[in-house]
Every structure is written in structure tokens, then in C-alpha cells.
């Protein structure tokens, strides 16, 4: 019997909301699917288009950004840079033939560890729903 | 003003060639960046000091083998410069209009000479024309006239300039507008009231039908861009871009000659894409199979989310591709639906802001609250 689907999930956090967010729902042990890796950076504003694109040549499912609310990036505009940048990244990966709903970019604070699980949860049922990304079988890219 | 270039003999490269030598000697600038034959016949930009050597200039040239905007940004980034008057066609000019946004090109002492663009050939194209003595400058500048642009019996303009929707002067200090005009008779040229007076014009209309043949030639091309457009996304939506770019060996030409690409310090000149030996065995085991080189498509996703809102559309990707991938089309068919989302234009206003670099705070405000 085949096994059952599971999403792998890459979350790009800023250090200073969505991670402490994250890490808030940790300590406050609040449970959410194990099916994200994170990856902690300093601000939303320095995800590069190439860190969510990489993982999803190699077939992970689902990429997450995550960064302060706007107006409360530590480094003032990063998440509006992000904003723009994860707008134009889904548009062109639709156009290149991706399912551009596997990137999400959400707004999560330091405080809302509960909104960090929920989202989380919330993306793993949605993947689960899509099923697997193509791009894990396919080797020519 | 609009004034009129005389034209003696019909010959309107030599009046074209005179007119560089004016600018030259009247002091408007000190050198000329310029399209020059070279002794074996093929063309290169050149910067010009010698008004002598303006012999072999060629304004008009039918062959692009570099987008010169690039050129225009080493002689101009920084001080101390000098005063150089750049001779650009119109995918020049809009390059020119996005390195400067960039910071890889200055305006300042610089002299845009713009001329109307009929159409070029890839490099080797011109240099079998030109082994035939089949490279015609008087047939090719005729065709400006009518609008009905062709390229000699047999062979094909670029590409990237059969659907070239753009290919009238915007934006320059001196406007060669050859659209419409009896070229035999006269260049039509704008300029500024001041540099007019300099170099001794009088106001002078051309026969006034210039809108009326780019309007022509405009539909026309833009015919044959939305068929190919068209024809890419189906491939793009059946195949995936793995599938268009198949063939792809990431040679980078693409890259190099692209004049948005200015990165001197590429990720994809770097040693990040070095990995283990163990790492390709990894990807190996994971799909069954690995393509080598890696991380081919990543290479030109990652480009078009660095420089595609700021794609021109000159094609010289195209003209580069050692294995003749679409890559101008791909580029431009999608860099439309982006610059589309973020209302941007590429070329068309220096005092326009890169998307990616500028923001407004109350924006997709709903993106990111789901
Ligand atoms: S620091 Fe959190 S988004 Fe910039």
C-alpha cells in the first residue's frame, strides 16, 4: 500500500516576529503538524527569490515566508520590500508553469504563537489537499 | 524643435555622418559613441574623438551584436567623465533608461542620439550579407518610408525586433525619426531649441507622416508579438519552463549579454552552486536522476525575478542562445503579466521608481492577514 502523502513544509521566518512567534507556540505548547522546517533570517525583507525557489525545484511542497505585521519591521520597510518581491515571485512562477499556491507569505508577530500554529496547520491541510508537488519526480531542472 | 538633416546625393549615411562630425566640431560633445565598421566589415560601437574617423561610422547599421546601453554605462557611471554623445536605437534608449535607475549608467554630460529603429540582424546574418555585398543601405533606409520593414530576400531580422512594438525613438536629446520619411531627401531629426541654435538649424517640418507609419509598423509587429506570446504560454502552461528551456546548457550567455544583468557579483558566478560531490548523489538517489548541469531552471527563474520587471525586450538573450532557446520570448511574454501587476513600463521614465525597490505602505493590504 502506498504510503500515506505528507507535506514537507520550508517556513522562512524574520528573527524578530514570525520566529519568536513560532518559538512562542513552542514553549506555550501549543501542537501543530511537524511538517515545517524553519529557517530563521533577520527580516522577511532578505528572502531572495532564489532561497524559495530552490526548494521547490527539489520538490518540497509548500514554501512559507513569514514577517512582522506592516509597520512593524525592525529594519522599518523589509516587509513591504517582501511584499512586492513575493507578489511578483507568484506571478512569475505561474507563468512558468508552477502552482504559485504553495508560496505563502503571511504576517505573524512575536506574540501570536497561537496564529503561528494555526497557520501552519491551516497550509499542511491545504497541501494535503493539493498533494504532492510534480517537481518531486521530476529530474531534468 | 523639429528640424531636417539636408540629404545631398540621396546619400543619408553620409548626411547622417556629417551631421555626427557637426556635433563633434561645434563642441556640443567631445566624443561619439557610435556604431563603427571596422576593416574586416563587421560593426562594433566604438567611442569617437577623431571627427575624421567618423568615416566609418554607421548610425544605421542593420546588426545588433550588443545592446550598447551596457557600453554607455562604462563611459559614464562615474566622474570624472567626459561630455559624449551616445547614439543609441530604441532598445538602447530604454536600456539606457533602466541602467541609470540602477546606478550602472549616468545622463549627466551625457547627449542621447536616438535614431528609429528598421530592424536588425544577428551578427553572423550581417557578416554573410555583408561577405555578398548584399548589405544595401539605401534599399534598407528606404523601407522607412512606407513602414513596410523587410529584410533582404531569404533571411531574417532578430527575433526579438520581428516583434518589436517599440521600435520609435522616445526619450532622446536628439531624435533621428527616419519613420515616414523620403530619407533620399532629408533626416528628420528633434533636438532642443539650444542645441538647434548651436549647430545652426531653422525650424523645418518633415511631410508630417511619421505617426501615421509607426503607427503601422507598431500593429503590425504587435500582430506578431501576441502570436508568439501566445504560442509560449501554451508551451509554458503544457511544458513548464523545464520543458521550453530543455535544451538549456547554462552557458550564462544570456546572462552576459543581457544589459539589465549588471551584477558583478552574480550568485550564479559564485561559488554557491559548487556543491559536494555527495550532494549530487543525493538529488541522484532522491528523483532517480539529476540534471547536470544543476540547478539549470533555478538559474533562469532566479533571472527572471531579478531583472524582468526592468526586461526591454532588445532579445539579445535570443541572439546569444548557443542551442536557439526562446529565451526573449519567455522573458518578455511573462515580464508583460509582471510589469502588468505592478503598472510599470521598463524604458519609458528615468523619474519612475524600479518596482522592487520602491513600496507604498497601504498596498495589498490584505496580503499576508489570511
Ligand atoms: S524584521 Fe520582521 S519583517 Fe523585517
Known sequence: MAEKFEPKIVAFLCNWCTYTGADLAGTSRIQYPPNVRIIRLMCSG??????????????????????????????????????RRIIALKEIIKNAGFDEERVWLRWISASEGQRFAETVTKMTEFLREKGPNPMRQKWAV | MRTVIPVENGDALAAARGFLRQLLEAGVVEALLVPMETPSGTITPALVTDPDLLAAANPFAPVMGLNAA????????????????????????????????????????????????????????????????????????????????????????????????????????????????????????????????????????????????????????????????????????????EGVFAACVRCHNCMTVCPICYCKTCLFKSPVFDHEPAQYMNWARRKGATRLPADTMLFHLTRLNHMVLSCIGCGMCTSACPTNLPVGRVFRAIGQQVQAVFEYVPGRDVEEPLPLVTFREDEWMEVGEE
Open chain 1, 46 to 83: 532578505s528572502v531572495d527569490p532564489t532561497y524559495v525557489l530552490k526548494p521547490l525545484l527539489d520538490g518540497v511542497d509548500g514554501v512559507l515566508v513569514g514577517g512582522c505585521h506592516p509597520g512593524d519591521c525592525h529594519y522599518q520597510s523589509g516587509n513591504y520590500k517582501a511584499r
Open chain 2, 70 to 241: 551596457r557600453v554607455v554605462g562604462h563611459v559614464s557611471v562615474r566622474e570624472p567623465r567626459g561630455k559624449i554623445g551616445a547614439v543609441l536605437r530604441s532598445c538602447e534608449l530604454r536600456a539606457l533608461v533602466e541602467l541609470v535607475k540602477l546606478r550602472q549608467a549616468s545622463l549627466d554630460d551625457l547627449v542621447t542620439i536616438g535614431v528609429d529603429c528598421l530592424g536588425t540582424y544577428d551578427v553572423p546574418v550581417y557578416v554573410e550579407l555583408h561577405g555578398q555585398g548584399q548589405v544595401d543601405m539605401a534599399a534598407y533606409l528606404a523601407t522607412a518610408q512606407s513602414g513596410d520593414l523587410s529584410p533582404v530576400e531569404g533571411y531574417a531580422f532578430r527575433d526579438a525586433c520581428e516583434m518589436c512594438e517599440k521600435p520609435q525613438v522616445e526619450n532622446a536629446d536628439i531624435a533621428l525619426e527616419l519613420f515616414g520619411a523620403d530619407l533620399g531627401a532629408g533626416i528628420p531629426i528633434t533636438l532642443s531649441d539650444e542645441l538647434a541654435e548651436q549647430l545652426g538649424f531653422a525650424p523645418q517640418e518633415g511631410d508630417g507622416r511619421r505617426a501615421e507609419v509607426v503607427e503601422k509598423v507598431v500593429a503590425a509587429r504587435t500582430q506578431v508579438r501576441d502570436e508568439r506570446f501566445g504560442d509560449i504560454r501554451q508551451r509554458l502552461d503544457e511544458e513548464g519552463i
